[in-house]
């Protein structure tokens, strides 16, 4: 990829209302506010998306603490560089530790740059193995088990492939079961968010008698040897959401024996990047990803499509339609089609932002530019 300069970088804070609220153990979400980055380079624009949530209920990260970061660490960080690629900016955001939230929305936003400059696709240049992925949803917890059903039976009308029930203490053994009696077969996992502790193991385990896909995160995210203890007492597939932060800290899971599959979110780790070096190391150890979802508009769901066609992504990902989270998105909705999404084939992300609607949904807008140095 050729480098590029980065010249200014245009923040943007909208807020979206969800078409449904959307409980988790860490909380309920009836609209997002999200960050948007659009990078103008040398060589034209590219589009960046911040995961960070509200509040830091899912990571330390939240969308307050991110936008700082990136105003006053990262970016005069990547001002000072010179030409630099989406490879480089690791490296330069190195001595900033963590964040990986805030750095994943500005490589991807240069990435998208680059791209688009050189008229390549993102799921180009992943080396994408398939033009459509298989889609799943993930639905919250419900105030009844009735109310559930309905919700369930709902987007499996719609056609998606798998679905994710988001499960806590009070609220797990029953509601799968009751998800099972009626509607058989479907493939169906669970995530817990790190709402059980290692203790919790032989009442996880009577999950066991319902075979699903995996349980995901039962544990909290510092817990990587606690999940290998669980294993051993839960038969169900261990898979790592929040513990996944780096390739690193999915090598040392691995060995350790923590998780039998990896939920790989771009945001989670600091980029696409570094996500599509997660996604070759479990190819080497046999251990199948699948694509997270954060709730992201379209733009962070182009990307995540793309991903998702890399070829160890072999369970469905939540990368749901746009009508499951948005009544507008801002970009063209993608559409489920057979329960599955197509991976966009234009340069970059290969998705356009309706602009009239962003400047009609952005409460705040600033832009950052390099400081000359005092000579
Ligand atoms: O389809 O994008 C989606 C939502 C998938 O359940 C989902 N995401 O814990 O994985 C999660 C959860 C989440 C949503 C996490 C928003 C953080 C923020």
């Not at 590219?46 to 899912?58: F, I, L, M, N, R």
């Not at 500005?106 to 992925?133: C, K, N, P």
């Not at 994710?164 to 479907?186: H, M, N, Y």
Request: net charge negative; hydrophobic share 40%; with cysteine.
């Amino acid at each position: 990829m050729n480098p590029l300069t980065l010249e200014a970088v245009e923040l943007f804070r909208i807020r979206l209302p969800l078409v449904a609220p959307f409980e988790t153990s860490f909380g309920i979400q009836t609209e997002r506010d999200i960050l948007l980055l659009k990078a103008k380079t040398s060589d034209g624009d590219g589009w960046g998306e911040c995961v960070a949530t509200e509040e830091p209920t899912y990571s330390s990260e939240y969308i307050e603490g991110a936008q700082h970061v990136l105003v006053h660490h990262l970016l005069p960080r990547l001002f000072e560089r010179g030409r630099l690629s989406a490879e480089d900016v690791g490296q330069a955001l190195r001595p900033v530790h963590g964040h990986q939230m805030a750095k994943a929305a500005i490589e991807m936003a240069i990435l998208d740059a680059q791209l688009r400059a050189s008229g390549e696709s993102f799921g180009h240049f992943f080396g994408a193995v398939r033009e459509e992925v298989d889609c799943g949803v993930s639905v919250g917890i419900h105030s009844s088990i009735p109310a559930l059903l309905q919700t369930v039976g709902v987007y499996l009308d719609q056609g998606y492939r798998r679905i994710k029930l988001k499960i806590k203490p009070g609220w797990d053994v029953e509601p799968v079961r009751a998800v099972r009696e009626r509607f058989g077969d479907v493939p169906l996992q669970v995530d817990a968010n790190t709402a059980y502790s290692v203790s919790d193991a032989k009442h996880l385990a009577e999950l066991d008698a319902f075979e699903l896909l995996l349980i995901e995160q039962p544990l909290p995210e510092e817990q990587v040897l606690a999940h290998a203890e669980l294993a051993k007492v839960v038969q169900t597939a261990i898979c790592l959401d929040e513990s996944i932060t780096s390739v690193q800290a999915a090598a040392d899971a691995i060995q350790l024996g923590a998780c039998q599959i990896i939920n790989i979110k771009p945001g989670r780790v600091g980029g696409y990047l570094e996500a599509r070096r997660i996604h070759d190391l479990c190819s080497q150890h046999r251990i199948p990803v699948w694509m997270g979802g954060m709730l992201e508009t379209g733009l962070g769901r182009a990307g995540n499509v793309a991903m998702a066609a890399m070829p160890n992504f072999t369970l469905p990902g939540d990368t749901s339609a746009s009508d499951r989270y948005y009544h507008r998105d801002i970009t063209e909705p993608f559409v489920l089609v057979e329960g599955r999404l197509r991976v966009p084939q234009g340069a970059g992300l290969g998705v356009n932002v309706d602009t009239d609607f962003l400047a009609q949904i952005t409460h705040r807008h600033e832009t950052v530019r390099p400081t000359r140095r005092a000579i």
